[in-house]
């Protein structure tokens, strides 16, 4: 049997060594893959820096692409089905990653702003994998959650979500998880329009963490002089040259690492090998994962000392512990021209399942809502 050839983005962690007893695999910058790359591949792993279009692929043997990445926006999806070339992506790989960020970033403005989280509405546009651990997040912090996602709205009823014109004027921190689409009866592109800003309540924030494009750059910039309190962007038009207005301005602005954990990145490569394996029938390949991820950065247990501390300040000592996203925020503001390479090597950061807590004096809403964000609880 001809070996397969399969190209790969080297940034796609934990693939060096999984599929070099099957396959000739060789890896390139996703940026700089090209079609004489690809010609005589079977197979070609992505992210999102790869364009998979006709001028990438016309007159390949390309058979499958994976992205492992939950958006699929670089994949011209029309075009490869229409060529017989199948295409999968990694829906809910990292949802749990982008929900620490959520966390990390809310619970940074609750403590600058003062927020008291019990008081304060968090609005979830888009609810699919990484939106329902978003809002599951911010009702284990104890806000009121709002859901818009019409889709589902149609299929499932309205009873559980709310129109967006409404969510933006109740809300007092608005989140952005939808994917990047142009096509009706849904289109998202420049969905934080001009309009969409006008809606929303006073000195409310905008987060986004979703694809550049879904938020209008020049009616963020209008909104952020006018009437936003703040704004978090990991996402940004024109990628990887971050608006410098918009970065400067930004209370948290990231180089599209919110989904960036090692388990998320495990995640999303898992489901590109055991997708490969069920395509080319590579059964001892259909459950790989890594056998080992690398130890969390920071001391796996901690204790925290609740007395005299606020429900916020407890909740974000303990977020803060796992990942403190200022300090990605500070390194892109510094350097926004080493964007890729922040990304490229992003350090390893471990989701909330990997460290234990032990709470003092602590009540029953922030040990329930630790545990519900997934922290393990001594004993």
């Known amino acids: 049997m001809k070996r397969l050839k399969i190209v790969a983005d080297d940034k796609i962690p934990f693939l060096r060594g999984a599929l070099e007893p099957y396959a000739d695999v060789v890896y390139l910058p996703g940026a700089a893959i090209s079609a004489a790359d690809v010609a005589d591949a079977d197979a070609l792993f992505t992210r999102t820096r790869t364009k ?6 016309q007159g390949s043997s390309v058979r499958l ?4 990445t939950i958006g699929y926006d670089h994949i011209d999806t029309a075009w490869c089905e229409a060529g017989g070339i199948r295409w999968v992506n990694a829906p809910g790989c990292n949802s749990s990653s982008v929900q620490q960020y959520i966390a990390a970033a809310t619970l940074t403005l609750a403590l600058t702003h003062g927020l008291c989280l019990r008081e304060t509405t968090l609005g979830v546009v888009g609810v ?3 939106g329902r651990k978003v809002a599951r997040a911010g009702a284990a912090l104890g806000m009121r959650v709002l859901l818009n996602d019409p889709p589902r709205a149609e299929r499932e009823g309205w009873e559980r979500f709310t129109p967006l014109d409404e969510l933006l004027a109740q809300s007092d921190i608005v989140s952005c998880h939808v994917p990047l ?11 934080a329009s001009e309009r969409f800003f ?17 938020a209008d750059s020049e009616a963020l910039k209008r909104a952020a002089q006018t009437k936003l ?4 962007l990991d996402v940004w038009e024109g990628e990887p040259v971050p608006d410098p207005f918009l970065l400067e301005k930004a209370f948290i602005g990231t180089p599209h690492i919110a989904g960036y954990s090692a388990d998320g990145k495990a995640n999303g490569t898992a489901a590109c090998i055991r997708e490969l394996a069920r395509f080319f029938r590579l059964d001892s390949l259909r459950d790989w994962y890594p056998d080992t991820l690398p130890p969390p950065p920071f001391p796996t247990s901690t204790t925290i000392d609740c007395k005299g501390k606020t429900d916020e300040e407890v909740f974000y000592r303990a977020v803060a512990h796992t ?3 200022t300090a990605d925020s500070l390194r892109l503001k510094q350097s926004p021209e080493t964007f890729e390479e922040q990304r490229g090597s992003y350090w390893m950061r471990r ?3 990997s460290y234990t807590l032990r709470l003092n004096d602590a009540g029953p809403r922030v040990t329930n809502g630790l545990r519900e964000l997934g922290f393990r609880m001594a004993r």
């Open 52 to 57: 998979c279009n006709a001028a990438l692929l």
């Open 65 to 68: 692409i994976a992205t492992a």
């Open 128 to 130: 699919g994998n990484v």
């Open 181 to 191: 689409t142009r096509e009706a009866p849904c289109p998202t592109h420049h969905l």
């Open 198 to 214: 006008e809606q929303m309540k006073a000195d409310a924030v905008f987060i986004n963490s979703s694809r550049g494009a879904v």
């Open 229 to 232: 309190r703040d704004f978090v």
């Open 323 to 325: 990942y403190p996203v």
């Open 351 to 353: 989701e909330f399942g």
